[in-house]
């Protein structure tokens, strides 16, 4: 930590655009919490998908310049604001928002974002539960209505959101398939919960999965591509099946005979529209996963903050991934 006097090091965007706009600044002044906030300490930072589309400027939302990125950290409580009860000093927490951002050493969020951070976990699986896990949850539960005994496509399930939703589905006794893009990132999927994996880079890969699943299909498809998939996932749905669209880089043409031959649904899932209510059961159940020792984040790849460039490059631009990106300051 390069934390002297009152300055820390944090990445600052001063405008919209690609990886380069990040700027490592090691002069910002540590933030303050204010009433009911607390200032953590920044062991690790999760960077999200997500990170990259707002610094970009393309994103419905996009806050004030110039700003830090990051809202899942993981950490030390440094100190609180005034009211904060639930925290003290050195407490091991974890996020699912910051307001300061959490590409820094330090980070200032509402005490409503931050949760106890088990010792079972280090701060870099910390780093992956906010918006992966809370996401994975939303879609499978609050807005997929799944339960034990369906079966779930993870289509996308090698990185953070996939194989947040591969451990939580399995532990929840859903029946769990998974696709990766390579070999490691199918041995990963298989290792967190999905009784099956499909690679899908290979060109005949649906075919397998229907082979697969035969003529019943499947009831939920978790999509994070929803671009390149949603047209074909139509076609692999049991009847009353619904596809989840997590993720989506694009438009796609799809044929809508294709959900009335077996009343199925398409239904968009946005963490950002989560309610507080909502929030509260995902950690419940989240935190109750910890501590059974089913929630295990897998952390693929580590970058320091020096590097968060080439992070936001690769997030995108991926080879094949390995669980959920972190960046260590
Ligand atoms: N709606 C929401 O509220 C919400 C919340 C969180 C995330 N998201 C979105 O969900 C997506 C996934 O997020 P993440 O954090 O898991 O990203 P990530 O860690 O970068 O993982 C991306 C995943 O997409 C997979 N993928 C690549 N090509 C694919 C294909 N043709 N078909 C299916 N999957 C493919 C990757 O597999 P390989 O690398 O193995 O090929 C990997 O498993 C992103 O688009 C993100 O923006 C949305």
Not at 140 to 156: D, I, M, N, P, T
Not at 226 to 236: C, G, I, P
Request: with cysteine; hydrophobic share 40%; proline share 4%.
């Amino acid at each position: 930590m390069a934390a002297t006097r009152n300055v820390m090091r944090a990445v600052r965007v001063f405008e919209f655009g690609g990886p380069e706009v990040l700027k490592l600044q090691s002069d910002v002044l540590i933030p303050v919490p204010k009433e009911n906030q607390v200032l953590i300490q920044v062991h690790a930072c999760g960077v999200n998908p997500v990170e990259t589309y707002i610094r970009s400027g393309n994103y419905a939302r996009k806050p004030a310049l110039p700003y830090t990125p990051g809202s899942d950290v993981a950490g030390v409580i440094e100190c609180v604001g005034e009211h904060v009860t639930a925290f003290k000093k050195g407490d091991r927490v974890f996020t699912t928002g910051t307001i300061s951002g959490g590409y820094a050493d330090y980070a200032v969020a509402a005490a409503n974002r931050v949760f106890p951070l088990s010792d079972k976990l280090d701060f870099r699986q910390g780093a992956a539960i906010g918006i992966p896990y809370f996401t994975a949850y939303r879609a499978l539960f609050q807005k997929g209505r799944a339960k034990a005994g369906e079966s779930v496509l993870v289509h996308g399930a090698s990185g953070g959101v996939g194989i947040a939703t591969c451990q939580i589905a399995r532990a929840c006794g859903l029946k769990v398939l998974g696709t990766a893009g390579t070999e490691e990132g199918m041995n990963i999927v298989l290792r967190n919960g999905a009784h099956q994996a499909f690679n899908h880079r290979e060109a005949n890969y649906i075919d397998k999965v229907k082979e697969h699943t035969g003529m019943e299909g499947v009831d939920i498809i978790i999509e994070m591509l929803s671009n390149v998939n949603l047209a074909t996932d139509l076609q692999l749905l049991s009847y009353g099946g619904r596809v989840m669209v997590v993720g989506s880089r694009g438009p796609i043409e799809i044929n809508p005979r294709d959900t009335m031959s077996k009343e199925s649904s398409i239904i968009g899932v946005s963490l950002f529209l989560e309610t507080e209510e909502e929030r509260h059961e995902c950690a419940t159940a989240l935190l109750d996963g910890i501590e059974a020792g089913w929630l295990k984040p897998i952390v693929g790849s580590e970058y320091p903050l020096e590097k968060v460039v080439k992070a936001h490059e690769d997030i995108i631009h991926s080879s094949g991934a390995r669980g959920k990106m972190v960046l260590v300051p």
